[in-house]
């Protein structure tokens, strides 16, 4: 069973540019979530989505949004991008949905570096 | 807004039992705790996860006590590949849902 996949792995952008990443759970899995991760402030929860709706979302601006799409997959959009978002982007699948009581199998992550 | 902490580092020795704490504050009776691992260049691992007393698999334990106001993984008998960095996930009733611990870094040694 493939694992969860994220595209791109690597991205450079510049300040004030806007960048979409993209997550492919596990087969069968209809619930991604998304999470930041920087040295300074460690793992942070940004959404959840299950079934295309998402159902709980993190402390972040309105600059970040996701949406999921009817085969499960979702993307993260960030705009006017900061120098702060410069983070490892992860998402995570899971089956039933509930983040947080589920076992979530996490992609590789997406390493965005803000110039 | 529950605020999450663990120790920074710990060491440990080969086939010795280690103990890491996550405290919390303000979860609710039925919310979960998850632990997770995670190696360099990596995603975290499910480890383990509970919502009350004790949790035990094939790998890991984990100990809730009574207030909930910390949650402890207990990893017997580590090995050189237990070296990583150990989260906890704390669900929390309140806005913010899931909370990550701060994390320790793990380092066993031979």
């Known amino acids: 069973k493939a694992g969860v996949t994220q595209t791109p792995r690597y991205l450079i952008k510049t300040r004030g540019q806007q960048v979409t990443l993209s997550c492919s759970p596990i087969?069968?899995?209809?619930?991604v979530s998304w999470y930041q991760q920087t040295p300074g402030q460690g793992l942070q929860f940004l959404f959840e989505?299950?079934?295309?709706?998402?159902?709980n979302k993190g402390n972040f601006p309105g600059r970040f949004s996701g949406r999921q799409f009817s085969n499960s997959r979702s993307e993260m959009n960030v705009s006017t991008l900061e120098l702060g978002d410069s983070a490892l982007y992860l998402c995570?699948?899971?089956?039933?949905?509930?983040?947080?009581?589920?076992?979530?199998?996490f992609g590789p992550g997406t390493r965005l570096t803000v110039t | 807004l529950a605020k999450t902490t663990q120790p920074i580092s710990m060491d440990s020795y080969e086939g010795q039992e280690v103990n890491i704490t996550c405290s919390h504050n303000?979860?609710?009776?039925?919310?979960?705790i998850t632990w997770y691992q995670q190696f360099p260049s990596q995603g975290p691992r499910f480890i383990i996860q509970?919502?009350?007393t004790k949790v035990t698999n094939e790998v890991a334990s984990l100990f809730i006590p009574a207030d909930r106001k910390s949650s402890t993984l207990s990893l017997p008998r580590v090995s050189l590949s237990d070296t990583a960095v150990y989260y906890c996930?704390?669900?929390?009733?309140?806005?913010?849902?899931?909370?990550f611990g701060t994390g320790t870094r793990l380092k066993v040694l031979a």
């Open positions: 087969s069968g899995h209809r619930s």
């Open positions: 303000n979860i609710a009776t039925n919310d979960y």
């Open positions: 995570a699948s899971s089956s039933t949905g509930l983040a947080g009581r589920d076992e979530q199998y």
């Open positions: 996930l704390v669900e929390t009733s309140g806005t913010y849902k899931y909370i």
């Open positions: 509970g919502y009350k």
């Open positions: 989505y299950f079934s295309e709706t998402q159902r």
